[in-house]
């Protein structure tokens, strides 16, 4: 018995290679998310990625960040409960909360300034230099989130380590 493939919908072209028409934003970008990555534990990092990434609904830099979050050891189980972390909080850490808090605060800036009680857990959970990194992560990503998205990046096609190097 044969099985068919699903018929999938058509990938979408992007709307401009912005990192060949702006090659020193481009350059500058890794370099400064090279710069935020200092200090600040990987998978952390990676959930904060994905968690931007979902709130500013950045296929492209989902795809990336959940296989760099699986190669860098992350669950499966974590990498789909992020979108409801509020009703899933026992599957992170109380500093990984206070990260993904700060995320959303950060992220979603329009609905507000980022309240003192979410800069206060996070405060509590990181010093002052990993806190400054992480702060500045957050912003990188949703920068990133913002070149792809608005040049409709094609999601799919990446391997992690994809890009390692490209800060030097």
Not at 23 to 28: C, Q, S
Not at 65 to 86: F, M, N, P
Request: glycine share 4%.
């Amino acid at each position: 018995m044969t099985h068919n493939a699903p018929e999938y919908a058509t990938e979408h072209t992007p709307r401009l290679p912005w990192a060949r028409h702006a090659p020193e934003v481009y350059k500058a970008m890794v370099r400064l998310d090279a710069a935020a990555r200092q200090g600040v534990d990987p998978v952390l990092l990676e959930l904060v990625k994905i968690r931007a990434s979902q709130l500013n609904h950045c296929a492209f830099c989902l795809d990336m960040h959940t296989k760099d979050a699986l190669a860098a050891g992350e669950s499966v189980e974590r990498i789909v409960q992020l979108s409801a972390w509020e009703e899933s909080r026992h599957f992170y850490t109380d500093k990984e909360l206070a990260a993904i808090e700060l995320t959303e605060a950060i992220t979603v800036l329009t609905d507000g300034f980022v309240p003192d009680e979410v800069y206060a857990r996070a405060a509590k959970q990181f010093e002052e230099a990993e806190l400054a990194q992480l702060i500045a992560a957050i912003t990188v990503i949703n920068a990133w989130n913002r070149f792809a998205v608005t040049t409709r990046m094609v999601p799919g096609h990446y391997t992690p380590g994809q890009y390692e190097g490209l800060a030097k």
